[in-house]
């Protein structure tokens, strides 16, 4: 499965932005999905995940903030992100697994390219 990630921008602190993932190849609602980031000089982070099922986790940086959804028929996902703040700049992942071994770790089979969010203070 291929997954494209975009979306992203430059954004003034406390505005919104929405993230979208799209699947390509062997797709359907098969796979649980996640966002993570990835800051300049730091190590990639879980922000969110949604299961086939459609539960969701979200990190404690973003609760609240963050809401992920999934559109199967559409094989993508989504990220929207409200109240963002500075340090929510990162370059955003999404990823895909049929069976990830943690629905928080970075283990996913499959990666998109990422996309820039940018947080102006």
């Known amino acids: 499965v291929q997954l494209q990630a975009s979306g992203g921008g430059l954004v003034q602190a406390g505005g919104s932005l929405r993230l979208s993932c799209a699947a390509s190849g062997r797709t359907g609602p098969i796979y649980d999905m996640g966002w993570f980031r990835q800051a300049p000089g730091k190590e990639r982070e879980f922000v969110v995940a949604v299961t086939v099922s459609g539960t969701t986790y979200s990190s404690g940086s973003v609760k609240g903030r963050f809401t992920v959804s999934r559109d199967d028929g559409e094989n993508t996902i989504y990220l929207q992100m409200n109240s963002l703040k500075p340090e929510d700049t990162a370059v955003y992942y999404c990823?895909?697994?049929?069976?990830?071994?943690?629905?928080?770790?970075?283990?996913?089979?499959?990666w998109g390219q990422g996309t820039q969010v940018t947080v102006s203070s």
């Open positions: 990823a895909a697994d049929d069976s990830p071994r943690s629905l928080r770790g970075d283990t996913y089979n499959y």
